[in-house]
Nanobody
């Protein structure tokens, strides 16, 4: 069983930056692909980015590529999402999730955090 806790969300103006953190406990963190997802009001949960166990493969949603950077530190059981050049359409609750398969589909992830709110004002 893996527990995930997100932090780092907040209110930022368009063009600003935030760094989200996902702290993991329990289980063998380095065995899991970790993904970031987001959900805006009235919309389905959307894949944002994922990083495989050793960090060898990284995936991004097309609209965030070049602006967001995912990274992980397995020694600290942490995954980060650096978000630059934020846009109002990035506003959502951001979740980190862990799973054994590398996938963009939320249903393939077994463990989820509680989410952290990101609000980008125009």
């Amino acid at each position: 069983q893996v527990q995930l806790v997100e932090s780092g969300g907040g209110l930022v103006q368009a063009g600003g930056s935030l760094r989200l953190s996902c702290a993991a406990s329990g289980g063998t963190f380095s065995s899991y692909t970790v993904g970031w997802f987001r959900q805006a009001p009235g919309k389905e949960r959307e894949f944002v980015s994922a990083i495989t166990r050793g960090g060898g493969n990284i995936y991004y949603l097309a609209s965030v590529k070049g602006r967001f950077t995912i990274s992980r530190d397995n020694a600290k059981n942490m995954v980060y999402l650096q978000m630059n050049s934020l846009k109002p359409e990035d506003t959502a609750v951001y979740y980190c999730a862990a799973g054994l398969n590398s996938s963009t589909a939320p249903r393939t992830y077994d463990y989820w955090g509680q989410g952290t709110q990101v609000t980008v004002s125009s």
